[in-house]
């Protein structure tokens, strides 16, 4: 097991060596994306919602309650996103993930060390968020803090069987399908922008049982503080499971593509 630990490292470092040399080209979705989004949604689009009243959103400006969401949905387009063309480059155009199954690396653990530059990525991109979150004045108070994780968690939970998926695709054409039919319906329609009550009651089990409901709901409940243990438990639970889904099922579509 740690000789394990020690291989998805290794893997780790090659991650981290090709982003040295490529950050500068994730400026825009790091920063300047939520700069845009906090900026035009919230303060500019805020303004007409909060003229309104805002009995509906908990008494909070549309700011504060519309940033906690994004912060969640940025992390699920970060874990999608990192997990669907780089991988399919890497086994199918690169092949640098055919070259590490040439080395004592198992195909387990190049999709561990994968996983684990994701996670530091989604670390990076959601703190940066979490920052402009503050400059914007969107911050009630440090507690915040512990939407960092959740929303880490909620971008891993996408990530994961993304990946698992990802590996055992031999053209991006699926991948447009994800991006157009998963991803943008599940930003517009899981609470990010207004809560989920709003929706026709047919369509609100739908939002439940998404992953993205989930992440909103927790970043949320923790930045505005009305977040209820039993509700923790139930949506950190749920994001735990899709998660831990995700991995198993990778460590085998990696086996299957990558075993030598």
Same mark, same amino acid.
């Given at each position: 097991?740690?000789?394990?630990?020690?291989?998805?490292?290794r893997?780790?470092?090659?991650?981290? !060596?090709?982003?040295?040399?490529?950050?500068?080209?994730?400026?825009?979705?790091?920063?300047?994306?939520? =700069?845009?989004?906090?900026?035009?949604?919230?303060v500019?689009?805020?303004? &007409?919602?909060?003229?309104?009243?805002?009995?509906?959103?908990?008494?909070?400006?549309?700011?504060t309650?519309?940033?906690?969401?994004?912060?969640?949905?940025?992390?699920?387009?970060?874990?999608?996103? #990192?997990?669907?063309?780089?991988?399919?480059?890497?086994?199918?155009?690169?092949?640098?993930? #055919?070259?590490?199954?040439?080395?004592?690396?198992?195909?387990?653990?190049?999709?561990?060390?994968? #996983?684990?530059?994701? !996670?530091?990525?989604?670390?990076?991109n959601?703190?940066?968020? &979490? $920052?402009?979150?503050?400059?914007?004045?969107?911050?009630?108070?440090?507690?915040?803090?512990f939407?960092?994780?959740?929303?880490?968690?909620?971008?891993?939970?996408? @990530? $994961?069987?993304?990946?698992?998926?990802?590996?055992? #695709?031999?053209?991006?054409r699926?991948?447009?399908?994800?991006f157009?039919?998963? =991803?943008?319906?599940?930003?517009?329609?899981?609470? !990010?922008?207004?809560?989920?009550?709003? &929706?026709?009651?047919?369509?609100?089990?739908?939002?439940?049982?998404?992953?993205?409901?989930?992440?909103? @709901?927790?970043?949320?409940?923790?930045? &505005?503080?009305?977040?209820?243990?039993?509700? @923790?438990?139930?949506? !950190?639970?749920?994001?735990?499971?899709?998660?831990?889904?995700?991995?198993?099922?990778?460590?085998?579509?990696?086996?299957?593509r990558?075993?030598?």
């Amino acid at each position: 097991m740690a000789a394990s630990g020690v291989l998805a490292v290794r893997e780790l470092r090659f991650w981290l !060596t090709d982003y040295r040399r490529t950050w500068r080209g994730t400026i825009y979705s790091s920063v300047i994306n939520p =700069m845009l989004y906090l900026g035009a949604m919230g303060v500019g689009l805020g303004t &007409l919602v909060d003229k309104h009243g805002t009995a509906h959103l908990g008494g909070v400006s549309y700011l504060t309650f519309l940033a906690p969401g994004l912060l969640a949905a940025a992390a699920m387009q970060s874990g999608i996103g #990192q997990c669907s063309y780089p991988i399919l480059g890497s086994v199918k155009w690169n092949r640098n993930y #055919q070259a590490a199954a040439a080395s004592p690396l198992r195909p387990g653990d190049i999709f561990h060390g994968h #996983q684990l530059f994701v !996670t530091m990525r989604l670390l990076m991109n959601c703190g940066i968020f &979490l $920052a402009v979150m503050a400059a914007f004045g969107a911050v009630r108070s440090p507690a915040v803090i512990f939407a960092l994780p959740a929303a880490m968690l909620t971008g891993l939970a996408f @990530a $994961a069987p993304v990946e698992a998926w990802a590996i055992t #695709q031999n053209s991006d054409r699926g991948f447009s399908v994800v991006f157009r039919f998963v =991803m943008i319906p599940l930003f517009l329609f899981s609470g !990010t922008f207004f809560p989920v009550t709003q &929706l026709p009651a047919w369509l609100r089990p739908v939002a439940y049982a998404t992953p993205l409901w989930h992440g909103v @709901a927790l970043c949320r409940g923790i930045s &505005l503080g009305t977040l209820t243990v039993g509700d @923790a438990f139930l949506h !950190t639970g749920y994001l735990v499971v899709v998660t831990v889904a995700g991995l198993v099922v990778g460590q085998r579509t990696y086996r299957r593509r990558l075993h030598a």
